[in-house]
C-alpha cells in the first residue's frame, strides 16, 4: 500500500460523499433530538469529518476500530448501515447495539468497531488489549483508536501509550484534538498543548496533522498504518481540527465565542474540500447535487427504518448481562 | 488456629466428605501433582494447568514474572513459560485489566492479576465500565471472557490502605461473576472454569489461606463453580461465610459443639451468583443463621444474604438473623487491635449463641 | 404551514423560556438557520430551525417559559411559499407512542413522615414466624403458651412443648404423675395476662336453691352413687342456657375486638392434687342434659387427674365455671382466663335464715359471682345474667 493517496476522481468524490454523507446524517441527528426521537446525550461530529474520512477508508476488513461517544462519523465511514445507526439511537431492537446502547454505544461486529464509549480516554485500554491479542498471534492487524483531547488528561490515556510502546503493539492512536473537552479549553488543562510531543515522549512516532484536511489526514494515515504493519509498532496522530456544534445537545457555549467558530467553519473540511474540486473542475454541479440527493434518500430511508422499528420487549431485560448458554 | 491467625496443617478431601464441589470434566494430567500442597501452590498449578492446556491463555500483572508474584504464586512460571506468556505489566492498573478486556474479546484467555484488591480500584472503571457492560451495551455481540485474580483480605498488619475486603462491592455489579475459593480444591479447579466461562471472572484469593496445607486428590481437576457448599453439617444453627473466614467459622463450628450446639457451615464459594437454594435449604432446616463476612458490615454482603433469607424463609427462621463482620474503622496496623477488627471464632461463637437463645 | 417548537436540547431540559426572536415575520429562513435564542438551566442557547420557508407568525411571547414541544411560530414551507398557496401538513410529525412499560410515573405525593405509632399492647403476642405457623397448624392457643425467647417472645419450641404437655403422656414416676411445674408457668403467665389486660367488674348474687336441692334429693334417691345428679352440673346447665341468652359472656377477645362464640363450651375449673389447675371445656354444655353433662364432668374430671387430657378441650372453653363451694369458701372471686371475658364463681351451700313471704326461713344459699370483662359488657347486663341463672336454678327440672 503506498503513502500517497490516491487522487483519482473517483476517489475525491468518494471522500465528498463520505463526508458530506456524515454532516447531513449529524445534522438530522441534532433535528430528531429536538423532536426527541432520540435521547439521552447527542455528540455530534460536524466539523471534524475529515479525520474518520481520511483514516477509516484506508483499514482493512479485518483491522479493528475503537471510538468515543462522538462516533458517528466513525461508524458510518466503517460501513455500519445508516439505518442500523439510527435505529440504535431510538432505541429500537432494530438498532446495531439492539438498541441496549444507544447514541454512545454503537457497535458492529461485522465491521469490527468497538464502539462507542461514555468514559472519556476508557477505550485506550480496550484497543491496547486487542491490538495485544494480534500481536499475540502475529497477525498483521491495525487497531485504529480514536479520542479527544481530553483523553490526554486522563490517566489511562499514559497508560496505554506506555504499554503499547513498551509491548510494540499495533495501534494507531488518533487524537481529534478539537481544542475543547466539553467545556474547558486545551490550554486550561495541558501544560504542553501540542499533544503529539507526549506521545513522542513514550517513543511512539507520531505527527500533528491538519484535521481540516482530508488529503493530509489521509496522507497522513497511510504513512502511519504502513508503519504499524511493518514494524508492529503504535504510531500517534494528532489530528488538529474543530467541533462545530456544542459538546453535546445540551450546551450553550459559554466558554467559546461564536467569532472563533465562525472563523473555524470558513475552513471547515467539506467547503474546503469541495473547493479545492470545483477549482480544479473535478467536480461538477450535477454530481454534488446527486451526492446530496442520494445521501438524502439514504438518510430518509434510515428515518423511516428507525420509526418503524419495534421496541423491545420488557420481559426481555435482564438479558445480555451474561452469556445466555443453551439449556 | 496458627500463631499468625492462619490455618494450618488442614487435611481437606479432595472428594470424599465434603459436598459441593462437582467435577466437570475428567483430567488427564500429563505430570503428577504433589499430594500435600499449599493454597499458593495450588493456585499456581491452576494456571500452569491452563497455561499448558490451552495456549490463548497467558498471565499478564505486576511482577508476575521476573519478582514470581507478590504472594509467590507464579515463581519459576516466567522461566517455564516464557515473557510472551508471563508478561510483567507496568503498574498501570486501568490500562492492563483494560488489555485483558480487549486481549479476551479478541479471542484470547488473559488471566490479569491485580495485586490486591485494594489496588484494583485504579482498574475499577475498566471493570464496571467496560468488561461489565460489553456484552450489554452491544448487545450480546461480544464476550468477555477474562478473569481477574486478586488477593483480599486483612491479617499482616499491612494497615489501611492494604488491608480491604471488597468481594462484596464487586458482587454488586450485574455482568461479572465473583469468586471466593476458600480450599485448596477450589483454590485448584477454580480457574479452569472461570477461563472457559464467556463472561468476566473476578476470583479473590485471601492472604491469609496463601501459606494453608492440605490434600489434593490425584485426580483433582476444574470445580463448577456456581454452587455453595455445606462444609459441616448441623441442625441447630446455619453459619454462613466465604474466603478467609471459613476457617474460623469452622473453628468456631468446634467449639460450639463442645457445647452441644451443632452448627451447619455454609461456604457461599462464589459471590455472584449466590447459591441461594444451598443457603435456604439450610436456614430453613436449623431455623438460625449468621453471616460472616469480612467486609465492612454496611451495605456489605452480609446484608444481601440477610435479606434474601428474610425474602425467602421469612416462615421458617426463629431468631434474629446476625452478622459477624469487620468492625466499622479503616484497618489498623497494631496486631491487637487488627485482629479485634476482623471476624474472629470467638465472635462467631458469641453470635451464634445469641441466636440460639443460650447468650 | 409547519411549526416551529420548542426542542428538546436535553433529556433533563423539561422547558425553555424564548428570550430572543432573531427572525421577523415575513423573513426567509433555511434550514440551519439560528432563528431564536432560548434560556435554559444551562444559560442561552441558540436554537435552529430545520424547515426552509418564510416566518408566518410568531405564536409566543418573548419571556414565556414553555414546554418542550411546544409551537412558538408557524412556518411558511417553501412549497407553500412557491405555490403561493397554504398547504396543510399532510399528517401530523410522527408521535412514537413509547410503549405502555416507558410511561414514567408522576412523582408520587409521599405521606408526610411522622413518628411510628407504638405497636398497641392490648392484644399483642411476640412470636416467631415459625411458632406461629406451628400454632396455627396445631391449633394452639398462643395465649395459653408461656414464651421463652428474649423478652418473653414465644418461639417454636415452647409450641412444641405446648403440644407435648397437652398430650401428657409422659407418665412420671414422681409424685406429681404431670408437668406440674411447666402447668404453674402457663398459669402465671396467663393470670398475670388476664389481671394487665382486662379490666374486671364483678357482681355478686345470692339464689336460694332450696328447691334445687329437693329436685336433686328425689332424682338421685333411686340412683346408684356413681351416676347421681350433684348441684354442679345443674349449675352448668343453667350458667350454659343463661349465656345462650346473654352472649356478650360467652366468646373471646381476640384482636380488639369480641368474637361472641356460636356454640356454648363452659370450661370446669378442676384443681389437681399437688398445685395445678385447668379448666376443659364441656362442648355444647346447653345443649346437654343434665345426667349428659354429670357424665362429662365426671369423665372430664377422671381424666384430668390421669393427665389425658386435649390442648383442644383447654383451648375451647367459650366461658368458665369455678365451684370452691366444697372447699367452703362463701364466695369466689374468679380471675377471666383469657381470651375469654367471663368467669362464674359458685361458692359453698349454705343454710341461712332467709325471708319467705314474710316469714324467716332456713333456707339453701349460695353465692353466684361473675367477674366480667368490662370491655365487652357491663354491670347491667351482668346483673340481669346473674338474675337469670338465679331463675333456672328455681325450677331444675326444666333445664
Request: net charge negative; glycine share 8%.
Amino acid at each position: 500500500m503506498s503513502d500517497k493517496p490516491h487522487l483519482s476522481r473517483a476517489h475525491e468524490l468518494d471522500l465528498l460523499k463520505h463526508m458530506i454523507r456524515i454532516r447531513r446524517f449529524e445534522d438530522k441527528c441534532a433535528e430528531l433530538y429536538t423532536q426527541e426521537k432520540i435521547r439521552g446525550f447527542l455528540h455530534l461530529y460536524d466539523g471534524e469529518e475529515a479525520v474518520a474520512v481520511g483514516v477509516i477508508p484506508i483499514l482493512e476488513k479485518a483491522d479493528r476500530i475503537v471510538s468515543t461517544y462522538r462516533e458517528h462519523g466513525h461508524a458510518l465511514v466503517r460501513g455500519v448501515p445508516m439505518k442500523a445507526a439510527l435505529a440504535e439511537m431510538y432505541g429500537k431492537q432494530e438498532g446495531c447495539s439492539g438498541g441496549r446502547g444507544g447514541s454512545m454505544h454503537l457497535f458492529d461486529r461485522a465491521t469490527n468497531f468497538y464502539g462507542g464509549n461514555a468514559i472519556v480516554a476508557g477505550g485506550l485500554p480496550l484497543a491496547v488489549g486487542l491490538a495485544l491479542a494480534d500481536h499475540m498471534r502475529a497477525e498483521n492487524i491495525v487497531t485504529a483508536c480514536f479520542f479527544g483531547d481530553g483523553a490526554v488528561a486522563e490517566g489511562e490515556f499514559h497508560e496505554s501509550l506506555n504499554l503499547a510502546a513498551l509491548w510494540a503493539l499495533p495501534v494507531l492512536f488518533v487524537c481529534e484534538n478539537n481544542l475543547y473537552a466539553m467545556g474547558t479549553a486545551l490550554a486550561l488543562s495541558e501544560s504542553e498543548t501540542d499533544l503529539h510531543l507526549k506521545a513522542a515522549s513514550y517513543r511512539i512516532a507520531s505527527e500533528p496533522v491538519d484535521g481540516m484536511d482530508v488529503v493530509a489526514v489521509e496522507a497522513a494515515a497511510r504513512r502511519a498504518v504502513r508503519a504499524i504493519r511493518e514494524t508492529g509498532k503504535p504510531y500517534f496522530l494528532e489530528c488538529r481540527t474543530y467541533r462545530f456544534r456544542a459538546h453535546s445537545m445540551f450546551d450553550a457555549q459559554l466558554y467559546r465565542t461564536k467569532a472563533e467558530g465562525e472563523a473555524w467553519r470558513q475552513k471547515g473540511p467539506i467547503v474546503r474540500f469541495r473547493g479545492w474540486l470545483e477549482s480544479n473542475r473535478m467536480i461538477h454541479p450535477e454530481e454534488l447535487a446527486r451526492i446530496e440527493a442520494e445521501v438524502a434518500a439514504e438518510i430518509n430511508e434510515a428515518i423511516a427504518f428507525a420509526e418503524a422499528g419495534t421496541w423491545e420487549p420488557a420481559e426481555n431485560l435482564t438479558r445480555f448481562t451474561y452469556a445466555e448458554r443453551a439449556a | 488456629m496458627g500463631a499468625g491467625g492462619e490455618p494450618h496443617a488442614l487435611h481437606i478431601c479432595g472428594k470424599g466428605g465434603l459436598t459441593g464441589s462437582t467435577r466437570i470434566m475428567p483430567q488427564d494430567l500429563d505430570r503428577s501433582e504433589p499430594a500435600e500442597l499449599s493454597y499458593r501452590e495450588a493456585v499456581r498449578e491452576a494456571i500452569r494447568d491452563a497455561l499448558i492446556r490451552d495456549q490463548r491463555v497467558f498471565l499478564m500483572g505486576e511482577d508476575v514474572g521476573r519478582y514470581g508474584g507478590c504472594y509467590a504464586v507464579s515463581k519459576g512460571l516466567l522461566s517455564e513459560f516464557g515473557a510472551e506468556r508471563i508478561r510483567d505489566t507496568p503498574l498501570s492498573e486501568s490500562a492492563f485489566t483494560g488489555a485483558g478486556i480487549g486481549a479476551a474479546i479478541a479471542g484470547m484467555r488473559p488471566i490479569v492479576e491485580l495485586m490486591t484488591v485494594n489496588f484494583s480500584l485504579l482498574a475499577l472503571d475498566q471493570i464496571l465500565n467496560t468488561a461489565a457492560t460489553i456484552r450489554h451495551m452491544s448487545g450480546n455481540q461480544f464476550d468477555v471472557p477474562l478473569v481477574i485474580r486478586m488477593a483480599t483480605g486483612a491479617g499482616r498488619q499491612l494497615a489501611a490502605q492494604h488491608s480491604h475486603s471488597l468481594e462484596g462491592w464487586y458482587a454488586h455489579i450485574p455482568g461479572i461473576k465473583v469468586l471466593a475459593p476458600a480450599t485448596i480444591e477450589d483454590a485448584r479447579g477454580m480457574l479452569w472454569t472461570a477461563l472457559e466461562d464467556p463472561d468476566p471472572v473476578l476470583i479473590f484469593e485471601n492472604i491469609m489461606l496463601y501459606n494453608m496445607m492440605g490434600k489434593l486428590a490425584a485426580d483433582a481437576g476444574p470445580v463448577e463453580i456456581a454452587k455453595a457448599a455445606v462444609r459441616r453439617e448441623g441442625r441447630d444453627i446455619s453459619l454462613i461465610t466465604y474466603g478467609g473466614s471459613l476457617w474460623k467459622t469452622l473453628e468456631a463450628a468446634s467449639l460450639l459443639a463442645a457445647e452441644n450446639i451443632e452448627a451447619e457451615v455454609i461456604d457461599l464459594r462464589s459471590l455472584r451468583p449466590l447459591d441461594d437454594a444451598t443457603i435456604m435449604a439450610s436456614v430453613s432446616k436449623t431455623r438460625r443463621a449468621i453471616i460472616v463476612d469480612e467486609g465492612w458490615r454496611s451495605g456489605s454482603i452480609s446484608a444481601e444474604i440477610c435479606a434474601r433469607i428474610v425474602e425467602q424463609t421469612f416462615w421458617e427462621i426463629d431468631a434474629p438473623l446476625g452478622r459477624v463482620c469487620s468492625e466499622e474503622v479503616p484497618v489498623p496496623y497494631p496486631r491487637h487491635l487488627e485482629q479485634a477488627a476482623i471476624p474472629q471464632a470467638a465472635k462467631i461463637v458469641a453470635a451464634a449463641k445469641v441466636a440460639v437463645g443460650r447468650a | 404551514m409547519a411549526e416551529f417548537r420548542m426542542p428538546s436540547l436535553g433529556s433533563d431540559m423539561e422547558a425553555g423560556t424564548l428570550v430572543e426572536w432573531l427572525v421577523k415575520p415575513g423573513d426567509s429562513v433555511k434550514h440551519g438557520d439560528i432563528i431564536a435564542v432560548v434560556e435554559t438551566q444551562k444559560g442561552a442557547i441558540e436554537i435552529e430551525i430545520f424547515e426552509t420557508g418564510e416566518v408566518e407568525q410568531f405564536l409566543v411571547d418573548i419571556g414565556t417559559k414553555v414546554p418542550v414541544g411546544t409551537p412558538l411560530a408557524k412556518i411558511r414551507t417553501e412549497q407553500e411559499v412557491n405555490a403561493g398557496i397554504d398547504i396543510k401538513p399532510s399528517q401530523e410529525a410522527l408521535v412514537i407512542e413509547p410503549p405502555a412499560t416507558m410511561s414514567i410515573a408522576p412523582h408520587p405525593i409521599w405521606p408526610p413522615i411522622s413518628a411510628v405509632s407504638p405497636p398497641p399492647t392490648i392484644g399483642r403476642m411476640r412470636a416467631s414466624p415459625a411458632a406461629r405457623r406451628l400454632a396455627r397448624s396445631c391449633n394452639v392457643n398462643l395465649a395459653a403458651v408461656v414464651g421463652s425467647g428474649p423478652g418473653g417472645a414465644i418461639i417454636f419450641k415452647d409450641i412444641e412443648r405446648q403440644l407435648t404437655a397437652a398430650t401428657m403422656t409422659v407418665e412420671k414416676k414422681s409424685p406429681k404423675g404431670l408437668d406440674l411445674d411447666a402447668m404453674r408457668v402457663a398459669i402465671a403467665a396467663a393470670m398475670a395476662r388476664s389481671k394487665r389486660e382486662i379490666p374486671h367488674y364483678y357482681l355478686e348474687h345470692q339464689v336460694d336453691v332450696t328447691p334445687c336441692e329437693a329436685w336433686l334429693a328425689r332424682m338421685n334417691a333411686t340412683r346408684p352413687p356413681e351416676s347421681r345428679l350433684l348441684m354442679g352440673a345443674v349449675a352448668m346447665k343453667a350458667v350454659a342456657l343463661a349465656v345462650r341468652r346473654f352472649p356478650t359472656f360467652n366468646g373471646f377477645y381476640v384482636n380488639g375486638k369480641f368474637e361472641p362464640s356460636s356454640g356454648v363450651h363452659p370450661g370446669m375449673a378442676i384443681a389437681i392434687r399437688g398445685g395445678g389447675l385447668a379448666a376443659p371445656a364441656i362442648h355444647d354444655a346447653d345443649r346437654l342434659s343434665c345426667d349428659a353433662l354429670m357424665a362429662s364432668m365426671r369423665d372430664l374430671v377422671a381424666r384430668m387427674r390421669s393427665s389425658h387430657i386435649r390442648s383442644s378441650e383447654i383451648a375451647d372453653a367459650t366461658v368458665t365455671i369455678s365451684s370452691l363451694g366444697e372447699r367452703g369458701v362463701d364466695a369466689l372471686y374468679g380471675v377471666i382466663y383469657p381470651p375469654q371475658v367471663a368467669i362464674v364463681g359458685f361458692g359453698k351451700v349454705v343454710a341461712r335464715p332467709w325471708i319467705v313471704d314474710d316469714a324467716v326461713l332456713p333456707r339453701s344459699i349460695v353465692s353466684i359471682t361473675l367477674s366480667g370483662d368490662h370491655r365487652v359488657s357491663d354491670g347491667h347486663g351482668g346483673a340481669l345474667f346473674l338474675a337469670e341463672i338465679g331463675k333456672l336454678l328455681q325450677e331444675p327440672g326444666k333445664l
